[in-house]
């Protein structure tokens, strides 16, 4: 049975860091893509960083973000532990959000999310 356990959400003051983590277990086979997603209220599902098969990023792997988080977001994988995190620095309240945990491979899961609140 596969699993997604996030942690890290919480309630925050703008200009202050959170750190996300999302483990996985039982999952049989590679890991394509690991991301996070995040919903905030009224508005679609929106991709917030996706980290690609070959590691953290660096020379084997690739990263890509929205917009409105690049230079202030940041992804990174242990793949030993089946693991994804997002580092968040210089949190706005728009940032407030669900912050869901996204897998890729062999099939498609998603975690149950956890709370982000950035207060002004």
């Known amino acids: 049975q596969v699993r997604l356990v996030e942690s890290g959400g919480g309630l925050v003051q703008a200009g202050g860091s959170l750190r996300l983590s999302c483990s996985a277990s039982?999952?049989?086979?590679?890991?394509?893509?690991m991301a996070w997603y995040r919903q905030a209220p009224g508005k679609q599902r929106e991709l917030v960083a996706a980290?690609?098969?070959?590691?953290?990023?660096?020379?084997?792997?690739?990263?890509n973000y929205a917009d409105s988080v690049k230079g202030r977001f940041t992804i990174s994988r242990d793949n030993a532990k089946n693991t994804v995190y997002l580092e968040m620095n210089s949190l706005k309240p728009e940032d407030t959000a669900v912050y869901i945990c996204?897998?890729?491979?062999?099939?498609?899961?998603w975690g149950q999310g956890t709370q982000v609140t950035v207060s002004s």
């Open positions: 996204y897998i890729w491979g062999p099939y498609i899961y």
């Open positions: 039982g999952i049989i086979g590679s890991i394509n893509t």
């Open positions: 980290l690609n098969s070959g590691g953290s990023g660096g020379s084997g792997g690739s990263t």
